[in-house]
Structure formats: C-alpha cells, structure tokens
C-alpha cells in the first residue's frame, strides 16, 4: 500500500462556485436556480475566505451537470477560466518572466487557492510534466475539477504568453466522459489517454522559457509579498513540509541531502528535523514522498530502463532502488509498470 497520506479536506473556494454559475448561465440559468437549493449566495461565494464544504460541492456540481444536460462539464468550466479569478497569485504568475517562473509560483502557493490540490512539475529528456493529485475524492466533483483544471492550464497558458503550444500529451487517471470527443476536436495536436496511472499534462520543455507578455518583476515581487503574507495567515502547521517539499521537487538534484535543504532554509539540519517534526512529518518522509511520485511518472511515462529511473533518483544499482520502491507501494518498479492498477 501507498505510504503517503493526503491531507484533510479543506473545502472548495466559494469563487469556483461562481465560476460554475458564469457556465450555467449560458443554458439561461442564474443564481437563484443553480444555488437555492443549497442555501448558498452570490456574496457568499465572493468572500476569499469561504470554502463551499465538499459534500455540497458535489452536489452542486451534479444539479448543474443535471440542469445543461451535459455529460461533463470540466472543460467549460476550464476554458472560462482567467487568471484573474485566482487572485493575488495569479497576478504574480500573471506578471512572472516566463512559464518556469509561473510554474514555480503556482506550485508555492496553489494551496491558498485550491487546499485540495498537489502540482508536481519535473523535466526529464524532452519533456516537461506538471502531474496533478487532488485530494477530492466524491464524483463527479473530482473528474470535474480533474478536467477543468487541465484545460484551464492550457487557456491561462495562451493568455499570459499569448501564444499557444503546438503540441501535448493529456492523460486523465479516469475513463472518457461521454461525448468527449467533441471536446478532444478541438485540440486536434494534442494527444488524449483515459484511464491512465496519473492526472499529467506534458510538453516539449522548449515551451518552458516563453516569456510572459505582461512580464513586470516589480508588481510580481509585489503580489508574491502579498502571498507570502496570506500564506503565513493561512497557518504555519504545514508551510516547513511545503518549503522543503518544494526545494526537493524543483532541485535538478531528487536526493538532496538534509544539510543542503536545510542551508538553502537558512537553518540547522537540527532545526529542520525539530520543525518538521512538530508538522508531524520528516526529512526522510518527504523525500520518499518526491522519490515516489517522480518515480511513479517515469515509470508510466518514459521507455527508460529501470538502471537510467534509478540513477536519476539518485540510488547507486537498481536493487536499492527497487527496495524502496517496493517499501512505498507494496510491489517491484517492473510489476507496477506492467499494471500500475494492481
């Protein structure tokens, strides 16, 4: 079995519930119809602080998937998404200098938006990945995200660079919805896979050093400031893990040692094994954690050998490597890739 452990639920933001009311409206349906039953309100939903619980988002997701007669209703609710709508992060993604620089920001702080949501961005020969987890597990609330996110990357992509990737590879971790196709149409250089091991968006890695067309270091300093302040108001339980988590990711290096980690913190290595441990998290846990999921996506997305999975993770032979991964998930790196579904 699976180590890693997800966090607790925090709810949905009240301004994705608008979000699905500016999509509903096209069907000619408003506020009143979509929200009334669930005593919810529009100035509700506005407030940054609130958070629609889970289990009423679920529902609200099936009288609207009930109302349109839609199958699915992601990828509208992706293709009208702006950037705007995430507030002080996305201006500074917004205003960032190019793609890696937003990817980054949008991996530190997409927890003040989206508390249900894990982003994993990695490169690896030609290819860029940005790997999504999310927490949410009621359908159709979570294939709904799961798409609406995906297209809603690709829509703020083009906006902030003003242009548009040529091509990419979409796997969904869930079968196809119906009618689907029509959807798929309109990306006719991408490449769509259901039913996959991960929730991954991939891409030439060229794309990566896109500037921005609203590039601006100072306003991006600006509302990172703004983040950072929200982010400490938002709890310090779990910001260590995060900070740490985020260094082992984006490091080029997925075995930094804890010495390193903890110089680049600007702390002990003592220090950083007591804060984590208050967190209720450790060095070690962290890493493995990394390891995993980076091992996992190659596994299911490359054709490397097992030898070149396990030099990239940093392990000395395969048989190190393959001890671990067996210790994560109960089972050997070439059993899991012939059927990552056992």
């Known amino acids: 079995m699976k180590t890693i452990a997800l966090r607790q ?6 301004v994705y519930g608008l979000l699905l009311l500016d999509v509903v409206s096209r069907w000619g349906y408003n506020a009143e119809t979509l929200f009334s039953p669930y005593h919810l309100k529009v100035e509700q939903l506005a407030d940054p602080e609130y958070r629609i619980p889970t289990t009423v988002a679920n529902q609200l997701i099936q009288h609207a998937l009930y109302l349109t007669g ?8 992706g293709t009208q998404m702006r950037i705007s ?9 917004m205003t960032s200098n190019n793609i890696t620089d937003a990817l980054m920001l949008a991996n530190r702080f997409i927890q003040l938006r989206m508390p249900f949501l894990q982003l994993f961005f ?9 790997q999504l987890q999310t927490d949410v597990s009621f359908e159709p609330l979570r294939t709904e995200i799961s ?4 297209f809603g990357m690709i829509s703020m992509a083009k906006a902030i660079t003003g242009i548009d990737y040529a091509s990419g590879d979409i796997d969904f971790d869930f079968p196809k919805p119906e009618g689907f196709e029509r959807f798929m149409a309109k990306f006719p250089h991408h490449q769509f896979r259901f039913d996959q091991p991960h929730l991954v968006l991939s891409f030439n890695k060229q ?5 921005l067309v609203h590039a601006d270091p100072i306003a991006s300093q600006i509302a990172i400031n703004q983040c950072e302040t929200e982010l400490s108001a938002f709890g310090e339980r779990h910001r260590l893990a995060m900070r740490v988590r985020d260094i082992l990711t984006h490091s080029e290096q997925h075995y930094l040692s804890i010495e390193a980690v903890a110089e680049r913190l600007h702390m002990s290595d003592r220090t950083l094994k007591r804060q984590l441990a208050t967190e209720g998290t450790s060095f070690s846990t962290l890493v493995d954690e990394v390891r995993y999921r980076h091992a996992t996506s190659l596994l299911s997305r490359t054709d490397f050998t097992l030898e070149q999975i396990a030099d990239e993770l940093g392990y000395s032979d395969v048989a190190n490597f393959s001890r671990a991964f067996k210790r994560w998930s109960g089972r050997s790196p070439s059993n899991w890739r012939k059927d990552p579904y056992l």
């Open 207 to 211: 794309y990566l050093g896109n500037k």
């Open 85 to 93: 709508i995430h507030g002080f992060i996305g201006y500074a993604i």
């Open 9 to 14: 639920d925090q709810g949905i933001p009240g």
């Open 147 to 150: 798409i609406a996110l995906i």
């Open 70 to 77: 839609e199958p699915t209703l992601g990828f509208h609710l």
């Open 122 to 130: 990695s490169t690896f020969g030609t290819k860029a990945t940005i």
